[in-house]
């Protein structure tokens, strides 16, 4: 697992710190749609994460769309042969 970033069912979630209101805040991360979740303690976080994932597959389900695919930050070329 890196730093600041959970992981679930394929998806990351941002670990981001608001001193200023004194709560746990973060993201889904690499996908189009917007998905925040928040929390006052780490474990409380983390359940946030996992709920809003399960919550946003659901809710893609429910409007029978395609949930957004994490990016897996890989860039593939392929270059043809030179003569």
Known sequence: ????????????????????????????????DLVTFEAQTPDGLRQAFEGEVDEYLAFCEEEGVAPDKPFKGTFNVRVGHFK
Do not use: T
Not at 4 to 13: D, P, R, S
């Open 1 to 32: 697992m890196k730093p600041n970033i959970m992981e679930y069912k394929g998806y990351q979630g941002s670990i981001e710190v608001s001193l200023e209101d004194n709560v746990l805040h973060g993201k889904i991360l690499h996908i189009v």
